[in-house]
Nanobody, 123 residues
Framework: QVQLVESGGGLVQAGGSLTLSCAAS????????MGWFRQAPGKEREFVSR????????YYADSVKGRFTISRDNSKNTVYLQMNSLKPDDTAVYYC????????????????WGQGTQVTVSS
């Protein structure tokens, strides 16, 4: 069992930056691929980014490529999402998730989820 807790969300103006953190407990994170997803009001949860266990291959949704950076610190059992040049369309609840197995960007493909952290970008 893996417990995930996100933090770092908040209110930011368009063009600003935020860094989200996802702290894991229960199992060591280095065995899992980690993903970030987001869900805006009235929309389905969507893939944002993924980082493999090792080697740390990264994947991004086209909508965030070049603006967001995912990273992990296995010694701290923590995954990060650095978000730059934020846009109002980035407003959503952001979730981190853990997964073992093949590379996937689908919600059902992930085994463990955090409770989410709200990111609001004002125009």
């Amino acid at each position: 069992q893996v417990q995930l807790v996100e933090s770092g969300g908040g209110l930011v103006q368009a063009g600003g930056s935020l860094t989200l953190s996802c702290a894991a407990s229960g199992r060591t994170l280095n065995l899992y691929a980690m993903g970030w997803f987001r869900q805006a009001p009235g929309k389905e949860r969507e893939f944002v980014s993924r980082i493999s266990p090792s080697p740390t291959a990264t994947y991004y949704a086209d909508s965030v490529k070049g603006r967001f950076t995912i990273s992990r610190d296995n010694s701290k059992n923590t995954v990060y999402l650095q978000m730059n040049s934020l846009k109002p369309d980035d407003t959503a609840v952001y979730y981190c998730a853990a997964q073992k197995g093949r590379v996937t960007m689908t919600v059902p493909g992930y085994d463990y989820w955090g409770q989410g952290t709200q990111v609001t970008v004002s125009s």
